[in-house]
Nanobody
Framework: QLQASGGGSVQAGGSLRLSCTSS????????VGWFRQAPGKEREFVAA????????YYADSVKDRVIISRDNMKNTMALQMDSLNVGDTAVYYC???????????????WGQGTKVTVSS
C-alpha cells in the first residue's frame, strides 16, 4: 500500500526529495515516516509526521537537514533532504503506523524502499 520513490545518486552536499504514496484509505489516520538501512547496519529511524501533520519527529543524525511533510488530500508524504553526506547512503523505507515509535518493529506498513547513494 506504500510506494516510495525519489532515490538516486548525488554528491555530498546535494539534495534529494523522497516521496511516498499510499493507495490505502487509512493514510490520513496514520503516522507516517521514514527509516533507512545502510549496508551491514540495522534499520534506523529517520523522521515521522503525525496524522494531521501538526507534529514532526527527527533523528538527531538528520535534524536540521531534512523536512518531512504530508498531503492527506493526495495520500502522499515527502522527505526533503539537504546537505547530504556519505553517511546518508542507505535504502530508505516509508512506513505507516498508529503510534509514533523509533522502533521499526512497531510499524505494520512498509514501502519497498528507495536507494540513496551519496558520493564524496
Amino acid at each position: 500500500q506504500l510506494q516510495a520513490s525519489g532515490g538516486g545518486s548525488v554528491q555530498a552536499g546535494g539534495s534529494l526529495r523522497l516521496s511516498c504514496t499510499s493507495s490505502g484509505d487509512m493514510f490520513s489516520s496514520l503516522i507516517v515516516g521514514w527509516f533507512r538501512q545502510a549496508p551491514g547496519k540495522e534499520r534506523e529511524f529517520v523522521a515521522a509526521i503525525s496524522a494531521t501533520g501538526s507534529s514532526t519527529y527527527y533523528a538527531d543524525s538528520v535534524k536540521d537537514r531534512v523536512i518531512i511533510s504530508r498531503d492527506n488530500m493526495k495520500n502522499t508524504m515527502a522527505l526533503q533532504m539537504d546537505s547530504l553526506n556519505v553517511g546518508d547512503t542507505a535504502v530508505y523505507y516509508c512506513v505507516a503506523g498508529w503510534v509514533y515509535f523509533t522502533d521499526p518493529k512497531r510499524y505494520p506498513y512498509w514501502g519497498q524502499g528507495t536507494k540513496v547513494t551519496v558520493s564524496s
